[in-house]
């Protein structure tokens, strides 16, 4: 009963945050804000994670190929498949979980302690307008944040793959082009919008409904992250199966 509370809540929210918008120049501004917070504060650490990521996933896959009969393009292909299918997508997802995700939930939470979301709403701004909106529409440029963790994470893959000595760099090539469906990458960026809003929201709601001090920041921050972990791993299973089980 707890949770279809919260469920019920959680869509009022999103009612109010496309209701009464705030001045167009106040959240123009806004967004860019946070596009800069959420968005370009986020690259590096999707830049660094994903190339590393398709570097590991190259090595276990060249690794694991103990039969001559099998050709080295296939750590090329494992390597793309496996990035732009769900690491790229999902798994910086889940990090970004944390990262942007405890952000927005301390960055709302904390103004929810010091009362200057009740000061909004004596000015008469709607406050989930003011504060929820422009994370929203910041994080539309998401999808451009795992399109470069999915070049990182394939690039990755080639120099630990070329440059460890796995495969030649011609054979790496060819697998990158072998049996290459672009309905994948459109998977992959269906994926990524809806994460996106769930990045946006989701931790919204746990920052915007807290409730105590600064110790409750803390476990609304830690509540957020896992609410949108599981939310993402359980999207991510029921988009598999009606984009891909075909």
Known sequence: MFYLDDIGRYFLMLKGVFSRMTKGSVIRNLIFKEID????????ITVFLAFFIGAVVAIQTALNLNNPLI?????????RQSVILEFAPTFISVIMAGKVGSFITSSIGTMRVTE???????MGIN?????????????LMYPFVIAIAMFMGIF??????????????????????????????VYAFIKTFIYSFL?????SFHGYYMKGGALGV???????????????VITNYIL???LLSQ
């Open 156 to 185: 990755g893959g080639y120099v630990a793959g070329v440059y460890g000595g796995f495969v030649s760099n011609s054979e790496f090539i060819n697998g990158l082009q072998e049996d290459f469906i672009p309905f994948h990458l």
């Open 71 to 79: 050709p080295k393009q296939l750590i090329a292909f494992a390597s």
């Open 116 to 122: 200057q979301i009740d000061a909004l709403e004596v």
């Open 218 to 232: 803390g476990k609304a921050s830690t509540s957020a992250f896992v609410w949108t972990t599981v939310v993402i």
């Open 37 to 44: 917070d959420l968005i370009i504060g986020s690259l590096g």
């Open 127 to 139: 406050s989930l307008n003011y504060l929820v909106f422009p994370k929203i529409i910041a994080m």
């Open 240 to 242: 598999t199966q009606l």
């Open 199 to 203: 990045l946006a929201t989701i931790p």
